[in-house]
């Protein structure tokens, strides 16, 4: 029990790779800009502690190693690994939060399937993380519980402690009653985040969602409503609000609804835009599309990203305007991140045709109209599509934030490009001087891309100004867990 800060996330916080029969750990690789972000928090704090799973042959095996000391660039922590058979995480991780919750969380009614969750399993795991926890934590520390797939940590954990103080923040959407309330195991959940402290969203939307759906549950008073900052009212965005509730009470416990959107390291990205490497990688490509207008495309395989509705799109922009032919190029970089999973292998496969059909249909010779990229790419060579392209082209049918929109703005040190953005994600909110359109209506989609790539010059420079001062708003070395504050360690005093 020594940790002020104990972050409780699925994955842990580096990747595990064997190098001469021997494990190493290396940063993690993933397309999940999270992960740094959080590990920065330990810096802040003497101690820290990061709960996650890994797959272990045998569970019991006594010789599994579950606690890891580390000591880097981001502080000193303890990593708890809680040793998961293939079955466990299958059961826990992609059957009830992949096929179960993700659909309902982004509003995908029809995609949702509960029949084959194991609730037992998914209550057992969780139980371990919030045991890993309840160990780990100092008196009073901050327990910081992400997403969705950790739902029912925090009420086991406030059994265990009820000292310690509990954040939890969704990463995803969260939905209104009317969708929410088609899991049958609704009470148990919102039950569960009702024993936490403060629970934090993106944007206003979800948090007043959150609210609709605890009242249509509980007995609860709302105590404060927060209106919503000028800034992000934005009438051109499906996810406008004008309030929300900022403090539930339930059973004489206050729970803080807070709205905290996780932005991007805008100095680290700025870094890697400004260096001679990307600089030089950024003219490779751009002498390599000199005569077309470079599209860019980026996100997981996921049918929440919308890439199926964007590529049909493109093929519809070229059919209808020949004279684009050869003179545009959509790059597709969609990378796989929950392979062998039937809903994913289809999208993936599906993305595939489409782009074979639209390749064969209009490109020549000399132009291939997609390069469809499924491998995950460094990110300093993504910093330098981004610099390179004329448009991103970021089209999610439903997106908890979309950190790919914010990271190609930092990355715009030149100040040009144009951002055409889904109404849909929640980074649509604060950005209200991107091109936003609706990813479910064909025409809009057809003409925005269009008009994006016609856009004169100076209206580029005046949107892309705006957009860079508002994701600068949201660094996300600003951001804390909600409302709670750490207990940061005091600053060393010198002795002079
Ligand atoms: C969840 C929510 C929310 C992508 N391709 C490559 C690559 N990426 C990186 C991007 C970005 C990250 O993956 C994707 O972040 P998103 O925010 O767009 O989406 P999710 O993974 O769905 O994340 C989302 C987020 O949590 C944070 O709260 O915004 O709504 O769904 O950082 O750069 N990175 C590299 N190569 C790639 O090919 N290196």
């Not at 940063?27 to 590990?39: A, D, R």
């Not at 810096?43 to 890994?54: E, N, S, T």
């Not at 030149?414 to 025409?443: C, K, M, Q, Y």
Request: hydrophobic residues 40%; contains cysteine; proline residues 5%.
């Amino acid at each position: 029990m020594s940790s002020d800060m104990v972050i409780v996330y699925h994955r842990q916080p580096y990747e595990e790779i064997e190098e001469n029969g021997k494990t190493v750990l290396r940063e993690n690789k993933s397309p999940n800009g999270i992960v740094p972000t959080l590990k920065s928090f330990f810096g802040k704090v003497d101690h820290g502690a990061w709960i996650a799973w890994k797959l272990a042959d045998d569970p019991e095996n006594p010789d599994f190693e579950k606690r890891i000391e580390i000591n880097d660039d981001y502080g000193s922590y303890s990593v708890s690994r809680l040793a998961l058979s293939e079955e466990q995480v299958r059961e826990f991780y992609h059957v009830t939060s992949k096929e179960a919750f993700w659909p309902i969380l982004h509003g995908f009614k029809e995609r949702y399937n509960y029949d084959p969750v194991d609730w037992a399993n998914f209550q057992a795991v969780n139980r371990l993380f919030a045991e890993a926890a309840a160990e780990e934590a100092a008196p009073d520390a901050l327990v910081w519980v992400h997403d969705y797939n950790l739902w029912l940590v925090p009420g086991y954990l406030r059994e265990m402690r009820p000292d310690v103080r509990i954040a939890f923040f969704h990463h995803t959407p969260f939905p209104s009653a009317d969708i929410f309330n088609m899991l049958p195991w609704r009470k148990e959940i919102i039950k569960s985040l009702l024993a936490c402290d403060d629970i934090g969203f993106h944007i206003p939307r979800y948090a007043s969602n959150f609210a609709s759906v605890v009242r249509s549950l509980f007995d609860v008073d709302v105590i404060e409503r927060t209106q919503v900052p000028d800034k992000w009212i934005f009438e051109g965005t499906a996810l406008i609000e004008r309030a929300w509730p900022s403090i539930l009470r339930h059973a004489l416990h206050d729970i803080a609804i807070s709205v905290t959107p996780v932005g991007v390291d805008v100095g680290h990205i700025d870094e890697i835009a400004r260096s001679t490497e990307t600089r030089l990688q950024t003219k490779e490509i751009q002498e390599e599309t000199q005569d077309v207008k470079l599209i860019l495309s980026v996100g997981r395989t996921d049918y929440t990203k919308g890439g199926i509705e964007q590529l049909t799109s493109f093929e519809r922009v070229l059919e209808f305007n020949p004279d684009l032919r050869g003179k545009i190029r959509l790059m597709h970089v969609s990378v796989a991140a929950n392979r062998n999973m039937a809903a994913y292998d289809e999208i993936q496969s599906e993305i595939e045709q489409i782009v074979g059909r639209i390749n064969g249909r209009f490109g020549t010779l000399e132009w291939q109209p997609v390069t469809l990229i499924s491998r995950a790419v460094p990110f300093a060579q993504l910093v330098s599509y981004y610099q390179a392209a004329d448009v991103a082209w970021i089209t999610p049918l439903a997106d908890g934030m979309n950190l790919v929109a914010k990271e190609f703005i930092a990355s715009r040190i030149d100040g040009g490009g144009v951002l055409v953005l889904s109404e849909f994600a929640g980074a649509a909110v604060e950005l209200a001087d991107a091109v936003i359109t609706n990813p479910f209506s064909n025409r809009a989609m057809d003409l925005t891309i269009v008009s994006a790539l016609e856009m004169e010059e100076s209206e580029k420079r005046e949107r892309m100004k705006n957009l860079r001062a508002a994701v600068k708003q949201t660094d996300v070395r600003g951001w804390v867990p909600g409302t709670l504050q750490l207990r940061e360690k005091p600053l060393a005093v010198s002795a002079a």
